[in-house]
């Protein structure tokens, strides 16, 4: 593993142990070049998956970035990151067994709609007015009526 501080191409793994999801590796590693301490994690990746977006622009999967999404709609929510890593390991593998290698953006939105719904409705009502496009004020209130609504029932 290359040092992310000097480049040596050396480091030795000095603690493994799993993530609190159990759906990694964390390990703690020391460069053999400069000493320095960093952290890698292991995951399990069943195949290569592309993201075909919108425009028809193809990209590879970034379980990073899918992260980062539910962080953004996650903050100042009653959400703690093993909440949002479950979820976002959730959301891969169920891409991952899907059987195609490509998968349509819309299809990765909806199951990150599906996962914030069940987890908080803010972050929820947060995700869709940028996966939806809000407009303007009133598309908010239209989908959070019909939030609330599902809710009471």
């Known amino acids: ?27 703690r590693r020391q460069c053999e070049g400069c ?3 960093f952290t890698t994690f292991e995951r399990i990746q069943l195949r290569d998956l592309t993201v075909l977006k919108t425009e028809g622009r193809r990209e590879p999967f970034d379980r990073d970035k899918l992260e980062r999404s539910l962080r953004v709609a996650c903050r100042k929510r009653p959400v703690d990151s093993i909440q949002i890593e479950r979820l976002a390991s959730g959301i891969q593998r169920q891409l991952e067994t899907i059987g195609d290698s490509e998968i349509e953006s819309t299809r990765i939105g909806a199951l990150v709609m599906e996962g ?5 409705a803010v972050a929820y009502i947060r995700f869709a007015s940028v996966y939806k496009d809000f407009a303007e004020a009133k598309d908010f209130e239209e989908f959070a009526g019909a939030v609330n609504e599902a809710a009471q029932k």
Do not use: N, W, Y
């Open 35 to 37: 000493g320095a301490r």
């Open 1 to 27: 593993m290359r040092c992310p501080f000097c480049g040596h191409e050396d480091s030795q793994v000095k603690d493994s142990r799993p993530t609190e999801d159990g759906a990694a590796i964390r390990r």
């Open 116 to 120: 914030l719904k069940a987890l908080d």
